[in-house]
């Protein structure tokens, strides 16, 4: 069976300039989660879909960006405009119920921000 | 005072050796616990649940302390296999769904 699918799996970008990360989520699943790790920082929760809907966007630092669920397959996060320090790897994952149980991760977006 | 908390790393242990992690909490209305492991410049995955009476798997045993907010990790017999870092997770209810939040990780090294 497929995991969860992101891409890019690398991005180079220069500053100013807009990004988009995408992930498919494994079939069957409800919940859809965006993380970025950094070594400062760790693994932080950005934000948190259920059912398509974006229910915790806490974690989204700030208006640059943003993020969408169109149906139950596909997602994206995007950084308009792209700093240097938004470079880290972004991990999405997916969980088949609404509370608890295990995430599964997929291989993350690597993004370098010149 | 950061949500989860772990022992700081790096851990580096000989072949065979117990190590042990700790982590701590600072909501008390935390639910779900587990222990995931991520491998260098990969995912995490999840390495096991964390139950209220503690639950053992092979090598690994993982406890749970409620009233000091405390959890822990326990490897016997390292393998070189293990070398790993290892994220302490809390899961929280809010009002209709869990906010799941990771430590910031244990590396640990097990050296021939």
Same mark, same amino acid.
């Given at each position: 069976d497929?995991?969860?699918?992101? *891409?890019?799996? @690398? !991005?180079v970008? !220069?500053m100013?300039?807009?990004?988009?990360?995408?992930?498919?989520p494994? *079939?069957g @699943?409800? *919940?859809?989660?965006?993380?970025?790790?950094?070594?400062?920082?760790?693994?932080?929760?950005?934000?948190?879909?259920?059912?398509?809907?974006?229910?915790?966007?806490?974690?989204?630092?700030?208006?640059?960006?943003?993020?969408?669920?169109?149906?139950?397959?596909?997602?994206?996060?995007?950084?308009?405009?792209? !700093?240097p320090r938004?470079?880290?790897?972004?991990?999405?994952?997916?969980?088949p119920?609404?509370?608890?149980?295990?995430?599964?991760?997929? !291989?993350?977006?690597?993004?370098?921000?010149? | 005072?950061?949500?989860?908390?772990?022992?700081?790393?790096?851990? /580096?242990?000989?072949?065979?050796?117990?190590? $042990?992690? &700790?982590?701590?909490?600072? &909501?008390?209305a935390?639910?779900?616990?587990?222990?995931y492991?991520? +491998?260098?410049?990969?995912?995490?995955? #999840?390495?096991?649940?964390?139950?209220?009476?503690g639950?053992? %798997?092979?090598?690994?045993?993982?406890?749970? /302390?409620?009233?000091?907010?405390?959890i822990?990790? #326990?490897?016997? %017999?390292?393998?070189?296999? +293990?070398? $790993? =870092?290892?994220?302490c997770?809390? $899961? =929280?209810?809010?009002t209709?769904? +869990?906010?799941?939040?990771f430590?910031?990780?244990?590396?640990?090294?097990?050296i021939?």
């Amino acid at each position: 069976d497929a995991g969860v699918i992101q *891409s890019p799996r @690398h !991005e180079v970008t !220069e500053m100013g300039q807009e990004v988009t990360l995408r992930c498919k989520p494994i *079939s069957g @699943h409800n *919940s859809l989660f965006w993380y970025r790790q950094t070594m400062m920082r760790g693994l932080e929760l950005l934000i948190y879909f259920n059912n398509n809907v974006p229910i915790d966007d806490s974690g989204m630092p700030e208006d640059r960006f943003s993020a969408k669920m169109p149906n139950a397959s596909f997602s994206t996060l995007k950084i308009q405009p792209s !700093e240097p320090r938004d470079s880290a790897v972004y991990f999405c994952a997916s969980r088949p119920g609404t509370v608890t149980g295990e995430l599964f991760f997929g !291989e993350g977006s690597r993004l370098t921000v010149l | 005072r950061k949500e989860v908390e772990q022992d700081p790393g790096p851990f /580096n242990v000989p072949e065979g050796a117990t190590v $042990a992690f &700790n982590c701590t909490y600072s &909501n008390s209305a935390s639910q779900s616990f587990f222990w995931y492991r991520q +491998d260098c410049r990969k995912e995490p995955k #999840l390495l096991m649940s964390v139950y209220s009476s503690g639950n053992e %798997d092979g090598r690994f045993t993982a406890q749970l /302390n409620r009233a000091s907010q405390y959890i822990s990790l #326990l490897i016997r %017999d390292s393998k070189l296999s +293990d070398s $790993a =870092t290892y994220l302490c997770v809390v $899961a =929280t209810m809010k009002t209709s769904y +869990d906010k799941v939040i990771f430590g910031p990780g244990t590396s640990l090294s097990v050296i021939p």
